[in-house]
């Protein structure tokens, strides 16, 4: 608990003294002892591939960081509310074909840290995934989850997860939550995010755009401003570097031609990207005009990458799918063209190292 006093301290300002000069707090959590069988993933719901499903998992011997794929689909998940179509039914009768909202982990066994990149609403079942690869150490109350929860803007998939860490809930001490000062704005002034600022169930650090923040020895982090339906806040990708490779973020953006950068030489920088694959093209909502909610169509990415080696387009990593979106479908002929592109997806519950290599 805390005592009386410690919260008239600026726990941001503690907060990032602690990052800075004393990265590694603590013994390194053994990681390795807490992996679970495949039979207590099945019983938590949470089947699908996992790095985490054989007990001789390489997490066991690596020391590196890794990222661990908590969630592909778009803000309104998989099977998505409502939606009587195939799309949706194929999946409530297989409910392994079920996919969480996109997120992702990054962890480092070195230090026994981990960040949470996005907090959506399938927050809870999410944490029991990110345990399983990288476990927590129990503490006294109600420490944070997360040495930092990163998000990208204040969609519904992106914030509803902060939700749980008030006091109905988990009731978080001092959750560090990183974001963009218009993002920080809109949680300290609308409710219902504002009454965790007040409660410091979380505790924002505001993050500018273009600017690198050291996470630990090992770990830098910067936010990307990005174009992209802004009726509340700012959006901004996320990249991630390590000492061996770097990640790039990139849940929702509008189409690559709006976007002051460009994708092939942010692609460059990095050995693993997460991209908005939101829609595979032009007519998936029928009756609903698309250009409301601009996104690059998949056939527009792969076309965008034809002309890139073929070990560029071997970084991608699709995700944040709409449940329209035909490759949720293992069998749909999309999967087929995307993978003859050379272009990954996103797999839930998998996990890479910051190079691209997968733990499994
Ligand atoms: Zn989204
Ligand atoms: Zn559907
Ligand atoms: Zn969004």
């Keep these: 608990m805390m005592a009386p006093g410690e919260l008239m301290m600026d726990p941001l300002a503690e907060r990032s003294a602690f990052q800075a000069q004393r ?4 013994p390194k959590r053994d990681w390795a002892q807490a992996l679970p069988s495949r039979t207590a993933l099945t019983l938590l719901g949470l089947t699908l591939f996992s790095c985490t499903d054989q007990s001789n998992s390489p997490l066991s011997e690596t020391s590196e960081p890794f990222v661990m794929v908590l969630g592909t689909a778009q803000d309104g998940g998989l099977p998505q509310i409502a939606c009587s179509k195939p799309c949706c039914q194929r999946v409530r009768q297989d409910r392994a074909a079920a996919r969480m909202v996109t997120s992702l982990m990054v962890a480092d066994p070195g230090s026994g840290q981990r960040w949470l990149l996005d907090a959506g609403p ?12 990288a ?12 040495d930092g929860i990163f998000l990208t803007h204040a969609h519904m998939g992106h914030i509803l997860g902060l ?3 008030g006091r109905e809930s988990y009731g978080a001490e001092s959750q560090r939550v990183i974001c963009t000062p218009s993002v920080a704005r809109f949680l300290r002034e609308e409710a219902p995010w504002s009454l965790l600022v007040d409660a410091n169930h979380i505790v924002i650090e505001e993050l500018q755009p273009g600017k690198v923040i050291q996470l630990n020895e090992r770990l830098k982090a910067e936010l990307i401003q990005v174009p992209h339906r802004g009726e509340f806040t700012d959006t901004v990708g996320i990249r991630i570097q390590g000492q061996n490779g770097s ?9 690559w031609s709006r976007w002051e950068r460009d994708l092939k030489e942010e692609l460059a920088q990095v050995e693993l990207a997460f991209l908005d694959a939101t829609f595979y093209g032009d007519g998936e ?3 609903r005009p698309m250009s409301a909610v601009p996104h690059p169509f998949v056939v527009e990415t792969l076309q965008e990458l034809e002309a890139v080696a073929p070990s560029e387009r071997a970084k991608v990593r699709l995700i944040h799918l709409n449940h329209t979106n035909p490759l949720h479908d293992p069998g749909a002929p999309e999967q087929a063209q995307v993978q003859s592109a050379g272009i990954g997806l996103a797999i839930q519950g998998q996990c890479l190292t910051l190079d691209g290599r997968p733990l499994d």
Aim: hydrophobic residues 35%.
């Design 23 to 26: 990265p590694i707090p603590g």
């Design 122 to 133: 399938d927050l809870p079942r999410q944490v029991q995934l990110a345990d399983r690869a």
């Design 135 to 146: 476990p927590r150490s129990p503490g006294p109350g109600r420490p944070p989850l997360f």
């Design 163 to 165: 939700l749980h860490l």
């Design 247 to 255: 990640l790039l973020y990139l849940p929702d953006i509008d189409k």
């Design 285 to 287: 909502l029928p009756g």
